[in-house]
């Protein structure tokens, strides 16, 4: 009997291009379950993925690309458990041993057993060296990394899963240095209002009361900002972190969301920072920041370097966009377009979040 076929958008080799290929349709066997994939985004890491040197990545070439996926059960395993067939899901991208206590806690994103995977090159998640959503069908190990969406569109979804969460994971994280009401008289800048940045300011405008400050290169990118109800909007300049600091008062903002972690989004977020403030780098910019005493950081500052979410927190997240709260910007492309969606994301000219949607 021939197995039935799929697209699929697959890293080939180390530093080849996305190719939009066909493989078989995988089965589901014992707790897995089988997804129609509704909506794909595409995220910056695919880019890190795809010009990765060999060896510099966990992963074993051939895999599908996609961590950000949305769909409808199509089929489970006899073992499956979850969401039933038909029902609209998310996909929670980062894969844990599902053993260890973090795992337990659904914090697969801070496996305790992340370097045994590695080490068996199993990858880190789904379309992370594992196959992935950019795809027709994608296979997931077992029903409990699916959050039910509702009725939700899949191109709101699927960013859900990564640039939501992410988004909603940092949030989080620095939401205890705000102060206790809630975060009144408190400023906390977001810089980078691309895929993740511009959730990030929704998600900070819906859970606490502080005063949010965006900043970017690019004048769409700020408008995109203001759309989201951030209170102030600054192109990145030589002064930036003064004008930062006057807006907060002239004491410095309490917390930054750095969503680009660049050499000069460092450099500013040391500059803009209050003291006792607590500084996120989300962002994989490549960029260093020096820790020393006494030093450029102000006393008492916190620094953290989030990644991905929870699953809790994925559920969180999906319920404040199915209350309205929190709306994702998106450019969809077709999944046959998905080379040329890559390259608009590459071309730092996509607006929000890119996905893609088979067609
Ligand atoms: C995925 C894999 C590796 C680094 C960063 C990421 C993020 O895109 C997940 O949110
Ligand atoms: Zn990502
Ligand atoms: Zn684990």
């Not at 980078?192 to 940045?197: C, I, K, N």
Request: proline share 7%; glycine share 14%; charged share 20%.
């Amino acid at each position: 009997m021939s197995t039935a076929r799929m697209r699929a958008v697959r890293m080939t080799h180390w530093g080849g291009p996305p190719a939009l290929t066909e493989v078989a349709c995988p089965i589901p066997r014992e707790d897995e379950v089988l997804i129609r994939v509704e909506a794909a985004g595409v995220c910056r890491s695919d880019l890190h993925v795809l010009d990765a040197r060999p060896g510099t990545l966990p992963y074993r070439t051939p895999f599908t690309l996609g961590h950000e996926v949305a769909g409808r059960v199509a089929e489970r395993g006899p073992g499956a458990t979850g969401p039933a067939v038909g029902e609209r899901v998310v996909v929670y991208g980062p894969w844990g041993c599902g053993l260890c206590s973090r795992c337990a806690a659904g914090a697969e994103n801070y496996c305790d057993r992340r370097a045994d995977l590695d080490a068996v090159r199993t990858g880190t998640g789904v379309g992370l060296g594992r196959d992935g959503g950019m795809a027709d069908f994608l296979l997931v190990p077992s029903g409990r990394l699916l959050v039910p969406v509702g009725d939700l569109p899949a191109a709101q979804a699927a960013p859900l899963s990564d640039a939501g969460l992410t988004a909603h994971h940092a949030v989080s994280g620095i939401r205890p240095s705000l102060p206790l009401d809630g975060g009144g008289g408190a400023s906390v800048a977001v810089i980078g209002v691309g895929g993740l940045g511009h959730l990030a300011v929704q998600i900070l405008r819906a859970t606490t009361s502080a005063q949010v400050l965006a900043v970017d290169v690019r004048e769409e990118a700020l408008s995109l900002a203001d759309a989201c109800g951030a209170h102030f909007g600054t192109r990145l300049r030589p002064d930036t972190s003064e004008v930062l600091r006057r807006r907060a008062g002239g004491i410095g903002v309490d917390a930054v969301l750095d969503f680009v972690g660049s050499h000069s989004s460092l450099e500013l977020a040391v500059g803009a920072l209050r003291a006792g403030g607590e500084l996120a780098v989300v962002g994989s910019g490549g960029g260093e920041l020096t820790v020393r005493k006494p030093g450029a950081l102000p006393p008492g500052v916190r620094l953290s370097l989030p990644f991905w979410g929870t699953r809790p927190e994925l559920e969180e997240v999906v319920a404040l966009a199915r209350k309205g709260v929190v709306r994702v910007e998106t450019e969809e492309f077709a999944l046959s377009s998905a080379p040329e969606a890559i390259d608009r994301l590459r071309s730092g000219h996509a607006r929000g979040r890119t996905v893609l949607v088979p067609d």
